[in-house]
């Protein structure tokens, strides 16, 4: 069963602080895997990874794929409170030879304090 | 505009209820999808389709129905409604293989609440 673990479920911090979310898959077919903020409705996309080792940057937010120990992490340095959102991270499979489709993960929670 | 809108936004309604939940994009896509989110739980697919003649079943399927009216247009219903389908529930879109990005484009969600 296709199956994608985040850790930790929730956190707190204060502004300024460095996070380090994690995501661990057992995906079969394994496309990619992506990372999604999710504030207040709709998520909306951050990353999509497809190999080992190479780190995708966007402002205070990286991530980097390991696809022999089959994991993930998004890091957010000099955390805002804008940063506060629940960040959902999911694995894309090909699905009977020609479809992809997206296993997603429960979501940490963050909250950034003042 | 948004690229794929969801009708209703909120909807209130009680139990043994038929519920249809609409959505409708603006980008193009083959592939839509439905989602339902709990509390803690990310997001579960219901059903997708990645063409208008092509209907799948997803994880938590049972209990609802889907109709492709266009490729544009991807339908929700349910049925019978019952209070544990009380949750927030997104379409999304994405490209095809060909041009597949990986990228899941959403709506902004339809809160049902089933009494």
């Known amino acids: 069963e296709d199956k994608v673990v985040q850790s930790p479920l929730s956190l707190v911090v204060h502004e300024g602080d460095t996070v380090t979310l994690n995501c661990s898959y057992e995906?079969?077919?394994?496309?990619?895997l992506l990372w999604y903020k999710q504030e207040k409705k709709a998520p909306t996309f951050l990353f999509m990874l497809?190999?080992?080792?190479i780190e995708k940057k966007s402002g205070r937010l990286s991530s980097i794929l390991d696809k022999k120990e089959l994991f993930s992490i998004l890091n957010i340095t000099a955390t805002q409170t804008g940063d506060s959102a629940v960040y959902l991270c999911?694995?894309?499979?090909?699905?009977?030879?020609?479809?992809?489709?997206?296993?997603f993960g429960p979501g940490t929670r963050l909250s950034v304090l003042p | 505009d948004a690229d794929v809108t969801q009708t209703p936004r909120n909807r209130i309604t009680k139990t043994g209820k038929r519920i249809m939940l609409e959505c409708s994009q603006t980008k193009g896509h083959d592939r839509m999808y439905w989602y339902r989110q709990d509390p803690g739980l990310g997001l579960q697919l219901i059903y997708y389709?990645?063409?208008?003649?092509?209907?799948n079943k997803g994880e938590i399927s049972d209990g609802y129905s889907v109709s492709r009216q266009a490729q544009a247009k991807f339908s929700l219903s349910l049925e019978s409604a019952i209070p544990n389908q009380t949750a927030l529930y997104f379409c999304?879109?994405?490209?095809?293989?060909?041009?597949?990005?990986?990228?899941?484009?959403f709506g902004e969600g339809s809160r049902l609440t089933v009494l």
């Open positions: 999304a879109t994405s490209e095809g293989p060909a041009g597949a990005t990986g990228e899941l484009f």
């Open positions: 995906v079969t077919n394994f496309r990619s």
């Open positions: 999911a694995g894309d499979l090909l699905r009977d030879n020609y479809g992809q489709n997206f296993v």
């Open positions: 497809t190999s080992s080792g």
């Open positions: 389709s990645f063409d208008v003649k092509d209907i």
